[in-house]
């Protein structure tokens, strides 16, 4: 039977990983090994000055087998790879990600880490993301739509070397979402313009927090522009650091 691993950033309870995991155990035996709590933006990065914990926790989906952890989810993947999953994972699956991972945002995403660190252990990957904010709720319904046809179409399709497969579900209703994009380049735009609000203290520091403005503007054929324009966007990304 097909091993299948799943993380994500969002923490190992996040619902986008529940219904991920609901999906996938219809396609092997599922294990999750999963942050124990929020680790979005921590791109690539793993734990070496140091150590991290991991331990089995219940998970309200019956025959997986799933672990809660201390380090990144680059940090996951690679203890679910090396020391975990019997035999190692034939394919890992990262997400569903609350928020697109599309554009120039895939350098900082640890949705996309995770699974390009499962890429470079060599093991065939799929990332996952969906829409946020106001339209989150709105997204779920063409995600749980798709998603098992995405996955079937996905699982036994192959990758090159450090490369992944990248998956956005738009922002939208079933019924004002268009289809699916195949093929989609990552956009070379950003996804969004931030800046930094200011915050003077009286001991002489200042407190920055970043804000940021989404752009709905992006080039024909791109993740970012299928997700603007309501389609499903599939394509490859490949791990160039």
């Not at 201390?70 to 609350?98: E, H, M, Q, W, Y």
């Not at 003077?200 to 603007?228: C, Q």
């Amino acid at each position: 039977m097909r091993k299948i691993l799943i993380t994500n950033d969002d923490g190992v309870f996040a619902d986008g990983l529940l219904r991920l995991a609901e999906a996938a155990v219809k396609f092997g035996e599922v294990w999750i090994v999963a942050p124990d709590s929020q680790r979005s933006a921590m791109s690539h990065s793993i734990t070496l000055h140091g150590s991290f914990e991991a331990w089995e926790v219940d998970f309200p989906v019956a025959g997986v087998h799933a672990y809660a952890c201390t380090g990144t989810p680059a940090d996951c993947v690679r203890i679910g790879v090396l020391n975990i999953v019997p035999g190692k994972p034939d394919t890992v699956f990262s997400g569903i990600n609350i928020g697109y991972n599309a554009a120039t945002d895939l350098q900082y995403s640890a949705t996309v880490g995770a699974a390009f660190e499962a890429a470079f252990q060599g093991i065939h990957t799929i990332a996952f993301s969906e829409d946020t904010g106001e339209l989150h709720g709105r997204s779920h319904e063409v995600t749980d739509r798709y998603l098992e046809e995405i996955i079937r179409e996905l699982i036994d399709e192959p990758v090159g070397k450090n490369e992944i497969h990248n998956v956005n579900f738009p922002g939208c209703s079933l019924a004002e979402c268009k289809g699916i994009r195949r093929g989609c380049t990552v956009s070379d735009g950003v996804f969004y313009e931030d800046h930094y609000d200011e915050q003077p203290s009286e001991n002489g520091r200042v407190t920055y927090t970043v804000v940021g403005e989404r752009r709905w503007e992006a080039e024909e054929g791109t993740d970012l522009r299928a997700v603007i324009d309501g389609y499903i966007s599939i394509g490859k990304a490949k791990n160039i650091s």
